[in-house]
C-alpha cells in the first residue's frame, strides 16, 4: 500500500498533514516537476521586492518530509497513469506504483498566442523559478510591461517598482482586478498603484511583443495601435489547470480535473485537489476551477481524509482574495462583483475606504472591503454558515460589527460566552 | 485544551484586558512604557465588543480545524501539538489571508509591522494575562 501525491504545493501539504492524523504508517510519495522543498507560491512577489529571502520561503519546516515520513521524488514529471497496473511513469521511464493517487498538480501560465512570445525578456510570474529568473534580470531592466491585472499582475508590478523599475500593466477590462472588484474598489486600488507611479493602460491589450536583433523584447504594440519600449514582459492573465496527462489517461476534465465532494475523481483510487482540480462551487452550485490557496489547502486536506479511509465531505470552494498593493488592502469574498435581480447590495463609501455585503434574502453571499479590512472574516463566516441576517442587516456596514451584533444564542455556541 | 472564556454578565468593557495583553506583548513589559514609550506600540491579541450595556472580550478560540492555519498563504500559522495555534511572527507578510478567513474576527492587523498580531495565550504565564488582570473575573481560563 502507498499513497502517491502528484504536486508539491499547497493542496499536497494539506493531503499529507490529513492523511497523517488518520495513519501514520503509510508510505506517501510526492512527486514534483519543481526542484524545491514545498514554499510560498504567493511569496514569490516578496522574493522579487527583495522582501523575503528564499531561506523563508518554506512554506512547512525543513525537516516536514521526514517528520511525516514522506518520500520525495523531486524535479520529475509525470507522463502518464498505467491505470491497469495502477502505477504512474516518470520522465525517464521509471513508474511509480500507488494504491491511491492524488493529482495535484496546479495550473500553468494562460498565454494567449501573439507574435513575439518567444523572445528573450518574455516571463510569466508563478513560479519559484521564475522569480529568480525575473530577480536575475532587475538590475538590467528599466522599463517593463505587465500584460494582465489580476492579482499576479500588480503583485509583479509592486514588487518590481519596488526595485525601482519603471512598470506600465496593460488589461483589456476597464479596470483592475475586474473579475472580483466593482468599480468602486478597482478605483481605490487603481489609484493607489497609480500614486506609486505604475501606469495602468486599460481596455487595450498587446498584439505583438517586438524584439532587437539579439532576440530579446525590446517593445510591445498594443490593440490601440500605440507602440511602447520595454525591456521585459510579463504574461500574467491567468491560470489554467495542467490536467493534460490525467486527461490522457482517462481521467475525465473540463477545465479542470471533475472531482465531486470527496475530491474523487471519474476513476477509481484517483484523487485530484488544488488548482487542477475543478470542484463543488459553494454559492453557485455546479463544479468550478478555483484556483486560490485556501481552497487548494482544503481540497488536500479533503482528498487526504478520503484517501485514509475516513469520510468527509467538501462543502465547496469559496472564491475569496485578501491583497495589499502600496498598502491598500483589499478584500472579497464570495459574490463580491456579480449583479442580478435576486441579490441586494449595502453600500459604503468614505475617503480611501470602501465596504460592501452582497445580499441574497436574508443572507450574505458576497462582500469587498478595501482600504479597512479589520474582522472582515466576521462577515465570511456569515456567508460559509449561511446565518440569517435580518435582525444585523443595519449593523453589517459598521466597521466595529462583530458578536455584538450576533444573536445571543449563535454568540454563545460560538465564543463559548456565558 | 485550556480556552479562555468571557462571562458577558460581569465584563463592564473596562478593556484592562486590552492593556494588559498589551503590556505582556511588549518589549518592556512595563504597562506605562508598552504604552507610551515603546515603537512600534504593542497591539493587543483581545479585543472588547461593546454595545452598553453588553461588552464581552473575543480573542483566538484555537479552532479544531483552524481556517487561519489552513489558509494562511506562507506557513506563518500552525497548530501545535498542545492545539494551540501558534504564530511565527518572522514569517508573517501582511496578507490578511488570516483577517479574511476567521470567523471570530480574531487576527489583528498590527498596521506599524504590517503583521498581524493574535492571541498565543501567553507561553510565558501560567495564566493568558487577560484573564489574570481582569477585575470582575470576567474571563476564564480552562478546558471545557
Not at chain 1, 519596488?162 to 472580483?180: D, I, P, Q, S, W
Not at chain 1, 517586438?210 to 495601435?225: E, F, P, R, T, W
Amino acid at each position: 500500500m502507498s499513497y502517491v501525491i502528484i504536486g508539491n504545493s499547497v493542496a499536497a501539504v494539506g493531503a499529507i498533514e490529513a492523511i497523517r492524523k488518520v495513519d501514520k504508517e503509510i508510505n506517501i510519495t510526492v512527486i514534483s516537476d519543481e526542484p524545491y522543498a514545498v514554499y510560498s507560491r504567493p511569496l514569490i512577489s516578496e522574493y522579487l521586492a527583495g522582501q523575503v529571502k528564499e531561506d523563508m520561503m518554506g512554506y512547512r519546516a525543513p525537516d516536514f518530509y521526514e517528520r511525516n515520513g514522506v518520500t520525495t521524488m523531486l524535479g520529475r514529471k509525470i507522463t502518464e497513469i498505467e491505470r491497469a497496473r495502477k502505477s504512474v511513469k516518470l520522465d525517464n521511464g521509471e513508474e511509480v506504483a500507488y494504491s491511491k493517487l492524488l493529482i495535484a498538480t496546479g495550473g500553468s501560465p494562460f498565454i494567449p498566442p501573439m507574435k513575439g512570445l518567444g523572445l528573450g525578456g518574455v516571463m510569466t510570474f508563478i513560479k519559484m523559478d521564475d522569480a529568480k529568473k525575473l530577480d536575475a534580470m532587475v538590475p538590467e531592466l528599466k522599463h517593463v510591461i505587465v500584460i494582465g491585472a489580476g492579482l499576479i499582475g500588480l503583485k509583479a508590478a509592486e514588487s518590481l517598482h519596488h526595485r525601482g523599475v519603471k512598470v506600465t500593466v496593460v488589461e483589456l477590462a476597464n479596470r483592475v482586478m475586474a473579475t472580483v472588484l466593482d468599480v468602486e474598489a478597482g478605483n481605490i486600488v487603481q489609484k493607489a498603484l497609480e500614486q506609486a507611479g505604475i501606469t495602468i493602460i486599460t481596455e487595450d491589450t498587446v498584439a505583438e511583443i517586438i524584439g532587437d536583433s539579439a532576440g530579446m523584447a525590446n517593445g510591445v504594440k498594443l490593440k490601440s495601435g500605440k507602440a511602447l519600449d520595454c525591456d521585459a514582459v510579463v504574461v500574467a492573465i491567468g491560470v489554467i489547470p495542467n490536467a493534460g496527462f490525467a486527461k490522457e489517461s482517462g481521467v475525465e476534465a473540463n477545465r479542470g480535473i471533475i472531482v465531486d465532494d470527496h475530491m474523487r475523481t471519474n476513476l477509481t483510487d484517483i484523487y485530484a485537489a488544488g488548482d487542477v482540480a475543478e470542484g463543488p462551487d459553494y454559492l453557485n452550485g455546479g463544479v468550478r476551477v478555483m484556483p486560490i490557496w485556501p481552497n487548494a489547502y482544503i481540497q488536500g486536506k479533503i482528498a487526504g481524509f478520503n484517501m485514509a479511509g475516513v469520510d468527509r465531505e467538501f462543502g465547496g470552494g469559496l472564491a475569496m482574495n485578501s491583497i495589499e498593493l502600496f498598502g491598500v488592502p483589499v478584500i472579497t469574498v464570495g459574490l463580491s462583483n456579480v449583479e442580478s435581480d435576486d441579490l441586494e447590495v449595502l453600500t459604503k463609501v468614505e475617503e480611501n475606504s470602501y465596504r460592501k455585503i452582497v445580499l441574497r434574502g436574508s443572507t450574505v453571499v458576497g462582500a469587498v472591503f478595501a482600504g479597512k479590512v479589520e474582522r472582515a472574516g466576521m462577515v465570511t463566516g456569515l456567508i460559509r454558515d449561511q446565518i440569517d441576517v435580518s435582525d444585523m442587516r443595519d449593523r453589517l456596514l459598521a466597521d466595529d460589527f462583530g458578536y455584538i451584533d450576533f444573536p445571543i444564542e449563535l454568540r454563545k455556541e460560538r465564543l463559548g460566552v456565558s | 485544551m485550556k480556552r479562555v472564556y468571557a462571562k458577558e454578565e460581569v465584563c463592564i468593557g473596562c478593556r484592562l484586558c486590552e492593556v494588559y495583553c498589551r503590556t505582556e506583548h511588549s518589549k518592556s513589559k512595563n504597562i506605562i512604557k508598552a504604552h507610551k514609550k515603546e515603537t512600534p506600540r504593542p497591539v493587543a491579541r483581545v479585543l472588547v465588543e461593546e454595545l452598553r450595556p453588553v461588552s464581552f472580550a473575543v480573542q483566538c478560540r484555537h479552532c479544531d480545524e483552524p481556517e487561519c492555519v489552513e489558509s494562511c498563504i506562507t506557513g506563518a500559522l500552525t497548530k501545535d501539538e498542545s492545539g494551540a495555534v501558534v504564530y511565527n511572527v518572522d514569517k508573517c507578510v501582511g496578507c490578511w489571508t488570516c483577517v479574511l478567513v476567521c470567523p471570530h474576527g480574531a487576527p489583528q492587523r498590527d498596521l506599524e509591522r504590517r503583521k498581524i498580531a493574535k492571541c498565543d495565550l501567553c507561553p510565558d504565564r501560567e495564566t493568558p494575562a487577560c484573564v489574570d488582570f481582569c477585575p470582575n473575573g470576567a474571563l476564564i481560563y480552562e478546558e471545557r
